[in-house]
């Protein structure tokens, strides 16, 4: 959404030669994408960035789940967390086990959640003590608020596919704000990377505008990657469907109809992202290996100590979830997404048989895919989940973002002729340069990005065959 060379500058500096006509024919093109998208995605990076803010800060401050909100005493021992389960339960009377989430920090509490007739509750419990401290409806809460908003705008699935191609064209946001971002026709290079601060009026934002873009650049690439991963089209249809992990490297291991999805209780994303379509094993078979040693009931208990025991609490916290139905399993998992740990790599999902305590499977950040390492990774740190670093270079990162699209806003309303009513977006070139690159491009997005390239094909379309052969839309819109 910035001009950095005005159009009348532009003119004066156009020769006839075909080459410098190309160039400057091309520049105005990228310019017109550039503040195109920028108009669209503005709106909606502000959104993303201020809810990102809120998930981030509501999270460092009260918890995902608002067990940060309560400390406790320190004890003697730790009672067994069959006894903080029932303790649990005792609260919500109608209600059914479904996780044991152990302490944070020796002075948190343990969480139980439960499923009280549909309703998903967050009980906090005293681990020494066995006594329930508060209980609460889980995803109720302002941090929940935002994580709904900042995943659906709270429209759903049309939602889902307005941020899919919002972050579609914050892509070509930075790739055309690269081509416009360089100086250009002997201009100072140094501007490129440092701000001139003695600059007025258009010309002192247009450069802080440039600067901040490019050392944000790079950072929103991620960001938008990330993001768009977990869609329902380009994410999940395609990215996740290619990446999941197999299920056929548990040998000789039953799976089930049912994937990890349906672990991710209440619409929170708690399933690291390369196993959500990956098949959950069945209990009730002689597969697997020795795990609670036979004999010994296969509980709560048990489990939790069986997770202790393969050195899972040695990278932070972990969840035990209850198995569903007659052929569930118990999960211990510990992952960076659900804030288990600090440390991506050391993410880890064991599934436990019911009946015969034997591990059916155990998946750890090693057995990854590339790309579900990639997003492991990329998930906790566009979470600020891994460590304090994390947190403050992603509190200036959304500022960063609110400050681009703020600034391209502002740029916008000062280049506008006064009196003049509509976007007033730069002027569309005469010809259209490398037209064959471009649909070429346009072609390849459509693969790649479905909904950024069917869209980007249907506004170059509107804006070759419509725009420029009505005039009441072409002074509307340019």
């Known amino acids: 959404m910035t001009d950095l060379i005005s159009a009348d500058r532009l003119a004066a500096q156009t020769s006839d030669t075909p080459s410098s006509r190309t160039r400057t024919n091309l520049y105005r093109a990228v310019w ?71 302490p944070h920090s020796a002075t948190g509490p343990a969480m139980v959640r439960i499923d ?153 994303k708690e399933v690291p992202w390369t196993l959500e379509q990956t098949p959950l094993p069945i209990s009730g078979s002689k597969a697997g290996r020795p795990g609670i040693a036979e004999g010994q009931p296969v509980d709560v208990d048990s489990v939790t100590a069986l997770a202790e025991r393969l050195g899972v609490a040695d990278h932070g916290r972990f969840h035990v979830s209850a198995p569903t139905g007659q052929t569930g399993v118990w999960t211990i998992a510990q992952d960076s997404m659900s804030a288990d740990s600090t440390e991506p790599m050391s993410d880890r999902t064991i599934h436990v048989d019911r009946y015969s305590g034997r591990i059916l499977a155990d998946v750890r950040f090693a057995d990854y895919s590339l790309a579900g390492k990639t997003m492991a990774v990329g998930t906790a740190f566009h979470m600020g989940l891994m460590g304090w670093w994390n947190i403050a270079l992603n509190t200036v990162f959304c500022l960063a973002v609110i400050f681009l699209s703020l600034t391209g806003l502002v740029l916008w309303w000062m280049r506008r002729p006064k009196g003049r009513v509509g976007l007033s977006a730069p002027a569309a070139p005469d010809s259209v340069p490398l037209v064959k690159g471009v649909a070429f491009i346009a072609l390849l997005l459509s693969v790649v990005f479905p909904l950024l390239g069917l869209t980007l094909i249907a506004v170059i379309a509107f804006d070759l065959l419509v725009v420029s052969r009505v005039p009441a839309l072409k002074r509307a819109l340019g």
């Open 116 to 268: 009280d007739e549909g309703e998903h509750r967050m009980v906090a419990v005293d681990p020494y003590r066995g006594k329930v401290l508060d209980s609460w409806s889980r995803r109720a809460g302002w941090y929940d608020f935002a994580d709904n908003f900042h995943g659906s705008l709270l429209l759903g699935n049309f939602g889902d596919r307005v941020l899919e191609i919002a972050a579609g064209f914050g892509l070509l946001l930075v790739a055309t704000g690269a081509y416009l971002w360089w100086p250009r026709n002997g201009g100072d290079r140094s501007s490129a990377f440092v701000p001139n601060l003695a600059a007025q009026g258009r010309s002192f934002f247009k450069s802080l505008h440039r600067v901040v873009g490019f050392y944000t650049a790079g950072v929103l690439v991620l960001f938008l990657l990330t993001g768009m991963s977990w869609t329902g089209i380009w994410g999940e249809k395609i990215m996740q469907a290619w990446s999941t992990f197999p299920a056929e490297k548990w040998d000789a291991v039953p799976s089930s109809d049912v994937t990890h999805a349906v672990l991710n209780e209440g619409g929170a």
């Open 32 to 102: 017109r994408w550039h503040f195109y998208a920028g108009f669209f995605t503005a709106p909606i990076l502000i959104a993303l960035a201020v809810s990102g803010l809120m998930i981030l800060w509501i999270g460092v401050l009260d918890g995902r789940d608002g067990e940060n909100s309560l400390d406790v005493m320190l004890g003697a021992a730790v009672v067994a967390p069959s006894q903080q389960v029932q303790a649990a339960r005792s609260a919500v009377p109608s209600g059914k086990f479904i996780a044991y989430i152990l």
